[in-house]
């Protein structure tokens, strides 16, 4: 609205102006307000304390105050000179906002503001990660990346597996090829017993965790110091269907890889051979692979001898000459049997 710009509201979101404090304090409060209740505070739109709600553009949602905590305290980490004084009233801003948030949940029957929460940190991902598993009941299931695993990792999530499996949790897990040969697993499938099934494929997806089919957490940043906890249905679902496609192409860890049919050509060095034909280069492959750039280039050394190729053009060419420039697919999950010894679900 003219003569409301932003310029007449000079002001962060940890000291919003009296009429910006009500129209958020009242969003927060009933999960939405109207699109008019906004015009005389543009400021709430500019710093995205509201936005549009996709089911109806003439309403406002509120940006949960969690979520505003994160934004806030990182921006005001960022502005050292000012840190000490604006931490502590973002912190009492975010906190009196979160209070008023805590009402029943008639008022927010919807469940905006907490479809999908960024937990910013090791100790919030934790934490919620403990949540989860207090109340699951029924089913874990995981995608768990990169090659072999390391023993901290493993012990990392041990107490929340042991927890699952003294409630009677199932739990199916999903790896790449390269975490058979880590002993840690081995050892820490032994002690999860029959509660757990695991399978392996070449690649999988990045991380995800899914607790009953109704909450999933995945990285939200490289290094994983960041998370989403998603509780969207729509979100979780699709989640769950990735999960389960994956799952019937996957070979059941006891079982063993199926064999190329080429002499001298191991099955790793078949999925780097279709890779390599994809055009991908050796660091993403052994990315993909979950093994590193060294034992990835030991690999396509091998290659090369037992096609006899002398250099990368020429490898190309051998690897479609002999076929492996498309992964042969493996049986149907349901057609293979044996008792699957597997690991736990959250680590």
Known sequence: MAGHGTEEHPHGADRLCEAGDRVYSRAVRRGR???????????????????????????????????????????????????????????????????????????????????IRVLDGLARIQAAMDEATEACTTEVLTVQPGGIRREAELTEGLHRALALRGRGVRMRDLYTHVARHGQGLLNYLELMGDTVEARTLDEVIDRLILFDRTVAFIPANADRTMALELRSPALVEYLVTVFERLWRL????????????????????????????????????????????????????????????????????????????????PAPASALTGGDREAPGPR
């Open 250 to 329: 996957a070979i059941p860890l006891t079982a063993p890889l199926p064999d190329t049919g080429i002499e001298g050509i191991s099955h790793r060095e078949q999925s780097i051979a279709a890779l390599l034909a994809e055009g991908h280069q050796d660091a993403v492959i052994a990315e993909r692979l979950g093994i590193s750039v060294r034992t990835c280039r030991a690999h396509i050394a091998r290659l090369s001898e037992t096609l006899g190729a002398a250099s990368r053009t020429q490898l190309g060419v051998r690897i479609a000459q002999a076929g492996l420039d498309g992964l042969r697919r």
């Open 33 to 115: 307000v109207p699109r008019t209740d906004a015009g005389p505070v543009p400021c709430l739109l500019d710093l995205a304390l509201l936005h549009p709600d996709p089911d109806d553009m003439d309403w406002l949602v509120p940006t949960s105050p969690q979520e505003v905590m994160t934004r806030l305290l990182r921006g005001v980490y960022d502005e050292v000179s000012a840190s000490q004084r604006r931490v502590g009233s973002a912190v009492a801003a975010v906190e009196r906002y979160a209070g008023l948030g805590r009402q029943p949940q008639a008022l927010t029957a919807s469940g905006e503001g907490s479809a």
